[in-house]
């Protein structure tokens, strides 16, 4: 574990930027209804998520997240989550077989990278049950999923283990624990999915903004239906609710994306 608190080099791949000002023009005018201004895309299908590597759970949430921040050195993409009150476990992984996902897993036990881990299987997750519970079924969970994050410290790109949260991340974790093989960045996240008119947006699906204004995607939130979104705003704030009625947000709108 001495080594696990020692070895932190954080990753540098966040794609999400908000700035605080000046602000550059906006994408989309006030007077203007929020709606994308990128043309329609073609849906890439998500592929489901396959066999997972469930590495530690702990009670002190710097501790999942010290963790996670070590794995990622090695390109293993985890994340951290609630499992339940007071209990975080990290996750990592996506693979076709649990025969490869325990190669793995034993590979990187043998080098003292992990103590202990855990198979999860594509079965045990939320959209498993879509055939037999319905599209809203796996809505509903996406956002109770997402919700769990709220007042989290969660990071992923960010410069110390209190702050520099990172959107993106948050949404391929929410994704990826409820079974989706949601890509790592904001840029690749909308690239992916179906679009969504403002109007037509459903739980779960995923909000897209330009907060760097330089017409491009630079953050991501997971909508919650009533024009709430829950997000990872920016670093030395934790993951919280905002509104597409916010002044701020609604300029900056860029579009929605639906993934079922």
């Known amino acids: 574990m001495a080594r696990l608190l020692c070895l932190f080099v954080l990753l540098t791949l966040s794609a999400c930027t908000i700035r605080t000002g000046p602000f550059p023009p906006s994408t989309v005018s006030p007077e203007q209804p929020v709606e994308s201004v990128f043309p329609e895309q073609p849906a890439k299908p998500l592929i489901p998520l396959g066999f997972t590597i469930q590495a530690g759970a702990f009670s002190n949430v710097d501790n999942a997240s010290r963790l996670t921040d070590y794995l990622n050195e090695y390109n293993l993409d985890a994340y951290y989550f609630v499992y339940e009150r007071d209990l975080y476990k990290v ?115 995923l909000v897209f903004f330009d907060t760097a204004g330089k017409g491009r995607v630079s953050h991501v939130g997971i909508y919650e239906g009533g024009g709430r979104f829950i997000h990872a705003p920016r670093a030395g704030r934790q993951v919280s609710v905002d509104s597409l009625d916010n002044a701020y947000y609604r300029r900056r709108f860029l579009g929605g994306r639906s993934y079922l």
């Open 91 to 205: 996750r990592f992984g996506d693979f076709s077989t649990r025969e490869e996902a325990i190669a793995k897993a034993k590979e990187l036990e043998t080098q003292n990278i992990i103590k202990e881990f855990y198979i999860v299987r594509p079965d045990q997750y939320t959209l498993a049950s879509r055939a037999r519970l319905g599209d809203q079924y796996v809505r509903t969970m996406l956002v109770q999923t997402a919700r769990s994050f709220l007042g989290v410290p969660y990071k992923w790109g960010g410069n110390s283990p209190r702050d520099g949260f990172d959107c993106s991340g948050l949404a391929m974790s929410v994704y990826r624990l409820n079974g989706f093989s949601l890509p790592r960045t904001s840029r690749a996240q909308f690239m992916a999915g179906d679009p969504v008119d403002v109007k037509s947006l459903s739980e779960g699906d």
